[in-house]
């Protein structure tokens, strides 16, 4: 398709938003003590009594931004995706509701299960997998990710997934589960390339994914919705993968790995002449800009968790179990 210059604007103010994951280094002692290099050695991302305390930071933070629908009270404990949505959904609310959330409902997580990697080099990260009240009976899960020792953890993905659809993961005899570097040649496709793949399937089809709701049953959607009377729909799909956006993977038990991803998403809206774009809710109106009149461009930004099996497993592509999008910016024209 054309590239238009609504999707060219919405793209470039997007590609400004990007942040580059710093290095830290911890400093080297003259004297006798042990000398820890934070870059080189491999050590687990977190103890678990940190691990929990990052998750209850979070929680409250996250709950007092949605009462209130004040992205800036859980701004220092979100980043990379979740931060585009969760700020995008909480700027939609205060616009559409200065008073704060009348429908606030407290966050509440139990049940929970840590997985920590360990692993040398920044980022560090671990998974939290917990039992919401909230989203019915799906898993959340939570990755959170420091670029060094003196950063506070923030929560880069937060995905849904069904009970029993995320596997075991191997751990060493201390309990630390293994990270699987973004270039690995060991899987269907590395990680780091999962989210150009993954845009790639969505515009030309092909056997990378699994059929399933995110996979084709997206993409039958699509089909269906791109050109009805009055109104056509067209689709980009652009990977995100650099500092925050990174591509964060586990070793699972079958030598395959869970893989948490991004991408970025346009779809617009054109009118007929004649016709008019269909009005959207209060929320898609509180992120847009200039005025409705013969298009409406709408920028998603997406987080992903998959199953991404051993290349020599003889699995039959990569499996998407849970996505969460949402709409961070939209332009009228």
């Not at 989210?195 to 699994?210: C, I, P, R």
């Not at 009377?229 to 925050?244: K, S, W």
């Not at 991404?308 to 499996?319: E, F, H, I, N, Q």
Request: one cysteine or more; charged letters at 25%.
């Amino acid at each position: 398709m054309s590239r238009d210059r609504g999707t060219e604007r919405l793209r470039g103010r997007a590609r400004g938003a990007l942040l580059a994951a710093s290095v830290t280094v911890l400093s080297v002692t003259a004297s006798g003590c042990v000398v820890v290099h934070g870059e080189r050695e491999v050590l687990p991302a977190a103890t678990r009594a940190e691990a929990a305390e990052a998750l209850e930071r979070f929680t409250a933070a996250y709950n007092k931004a949605d009462k209130a629908y004040d992205p800036s009270l859980d701004a220092g404990v979100t980043t990379g995706a979740l931060a585009d949505i969760d700020s995008a959904r909480l700027r939609a609310g205060q616009a559409n509701h200065p008073d704060g959330n009348p429908g606030h409902d407290p966050l509440e997580l139990t049940d929970v299960k840590y997985t920590i990697p360990k692993k040398a080099g920044w980022p560090r990260w671990f998974l939290a997998d917990a039992r919401g009240n909230k989203g019915g009976d799906a898993r959340w899960l939570l990755v959170f990710t420091r670029d060094g020792i003196d950063d506070t953890w923030e929560v880069a993905y937060l995905t849904l997934a069904a009970p029993g659809s995320i596997p075991g993961f191997p751990t060493d005899e201390d309990g630390w589960a293994e990270a699987v570097p973004a270039d690995s040649a060991e899987l269907a496709v590395p990680p780091g390339e999962l989210s150009d793949a993954y845009a790639a399937y969505l515009g030309e089809g092909g056997s990378t994914f699994k059929d399933g709701a995110h996979t084709s049953g997206w993409r039958e959607l699509r089909r269906k919705q791109e050109s009805r009377p009055g109104l056509a729909r067209q689709y980009i799909d652009e990977p995100l993968t650099n500092g925050d956006y990174a591509p964060l993977a586990l070793r699972t038990e079958d030598g395959g790995a869970l893989v948490f991803f991004t991408s970025r998403h346009y779809e617009k809206q054109t009118a007929a002449q004649g016709a008019s774009v269909p009005t959207p809710n209060q929320d898609v109106l509180a992120l847009t800009e200039g005025e409705i009149k013969q298009s409406l461009t709408m920028e998603f930004v997406s987080n992903a968790v998959a199953l991404d099996p051993a290349k020599d497993s003889g699995g039959d592509g990569v499996t998407i179990v849970g996505r969460v999008q949402g709409l961070t910016s939209a332009q009228g024209e």
